[in-house]
């Protein structure tokens, strides 16, 4: 009886383990742009929070968003600007830090080569 219920506390234990193992996160790693948004396209107000996003996101602009600033790049990383909101087409590479005109664009991606 009493192997039993040791069997069981191990079988328990190992469970917790493992389950807590693939639950853990990935590795973070440093973000590849950082970003404020504005309402106009000269940036020229007070502007959003600044942010801080990675490779590969694809953001759906809102409607009142009419300008980005960008604040830092990491390495060789740029933001793409596109027409449609799902960054598929009429695409524009905006490759430096300052304020770009996002008017007429609808979202904006991500990418680091």
Partial sequence: MMSS???IAAAGVLSLLVSGAIAQPHEPRGL????KWHERT???DK??????YSDGACLDLAESTRGVEILDLSGSCHLVSYDDS???T???VLHSLGCWNL???NSVQFRCD
Avoid: H, I, T, W
């Avoid at 590849?32 to 970003?35: A, C, E, F, M, R």
């Avoid at 502007?47 to 801080?52: A, S, V, Y």
């Fill in 5 to 7: 219920n040791l069997s």
């Fill in 32 to 35: 590849d742009v950082k970003l």
């Fill in 42 to 44: 000269s940036c020229d």
């Fill in 47 to 52: 502007g959003g929070p600044e942010g801080d």
């Fill in 86 to 88: 799902a960054c598929q």
């Fill in 90 to 92: 009429g695409s524009r």
């Fill in 103 to 105: 008017k007429g664009k």
